[in-house]
C-alpha cells in the first residue's frame, strides 16, 4: 500500500478554490381540460398553456482545513406569470391569513452554509442545508427533516435546506456520530428539535 500513496493528494485537497456553477432550462407545457377534449362548449377557454424557465446557481468556496462556504440560488421566469400564494399572520388579531398575487420572476435562497472543524476531529455546518443521511432513489427512510420531499416527476428539482447545526464526529472507520439542531421557524428555545444518528461498523458489517 506504501507504493500507492499518492503524497500530491492531500495537497490538492487542502488547496483553496472558488467555483461556480449551474443549469439553465425551459419548460413548456400544455393542459387540456377535459370538457374541451370531449368537445364541450367554452372548454376551450379552461385550457392552459404553461412556459417558464428554470435556473439554479451554487457557489462553492473552499479554504484550507477543509474549511468551506457555499451558497445555493433557485431563479425562475414565467412569461405569463404564476400564481404565488403569501402568507401572513395579522398582528392586531393573531389570525394567520394567505393571499394570491401573479409574479413573473420567482427567486429563493436553497441553501447557504459554512463548513468548520475543529483540529478536523469534529465537523460542524451552520446555516440553511440539505440533509444527506443516506443513499436513496426513491425513498430514504431517514428523511424526516428536510422541507422538500424528493418529486419523482421532476428531474431537475433542487430540494430547499432546513436552517440548523450538523456535527458529524468520525471515529476513525468504525464508527460515525451525527447530530443535528432543527433551527427552522424557532423563535423560541423551547421550538428548537434535534435529531441524531450513528453509524457502526461490526465486523465487516
Known amino acids: 500500500s506504501g507504493k500507492l500513496t499518492d503524497s ?14 449551474g443549469f439553465l432550462n425551459s419548460r ?20 392552459e398553456f404553461l412556459a417558464y424557465f428554470q435556473s439554479n446557481f451554487s457557489l462553492d468556496a473552499r479554504m484550507r482545513k477543509n474549511m468551506k462556504g457555499f451558497v445555493n440560488v ?5 412569461p405569463n ?15 394567520k ?5 401573479t409574479e413573473y420572476t420567482t427567486y429563493r435562497v436553497e441553501e447557504i452554509f459554512a463548513d468548520i472543524n475543529f483540529n478536523k476531529v469534529a465537523y460542524l455546518r451552520l446555516g440553511k ?3 444527506r443521511w443516506g443513499t436513496g432513489y426513491l425513498w430514504v427512510p431517514s428523511d424526516l427533516i428536510n422541507v422538500d420531499k424528493k418529486n419523482l416527476l421532476d428531474a431537475s428539482q433542487v430540494r430547499e435546506g432546513v436552517y440548523g447545526s450538523k456535527l458529524s464526529i468520525p471515529f476513525g472507520t468504525y464508527l460515525n456520530f451525527y447530530s ?8 423560541n428555545v423551547d421550538k428548537l428539535s434535534s435529531a441524531t444518528k450513528i ?3 461490526f465486523g465487516k458489517t
Open 199 to 201: 453509524e457502526a461498523l
Open 129 to 131: 442545508q440539505t440533509l
Open 28 to 47: 413548456t407545457a400544455y393542459a387540456m381540460s377535459r370538457d374541451w377534449v370531449n368537445g364541450k362548449e367554452g372548454g376551450f377557454d379552461q385550457n
Open 81 to 95: 406569470g404564476t400564481t404565488v400564494n403569501h402568507h401572513y399572520t395579522d398582528t392586531a388579531t393573531g389570525d
Open 97 to 101: 391569513k394567505t393571499y394570491s398575487e
Open 180 to 187: 443535528f439542531v432543527n433551527m427552522n421557524k424557532a423563535d
Open 74 to 78: 433557485s431563479l425562475n421566469y414565467y
Open 8 to 21: 500530491s493528494a492531500g495537497q490538492s485537497v487542502e488547496k483553496e478554490s472558488l467555483s461556480f456553477t
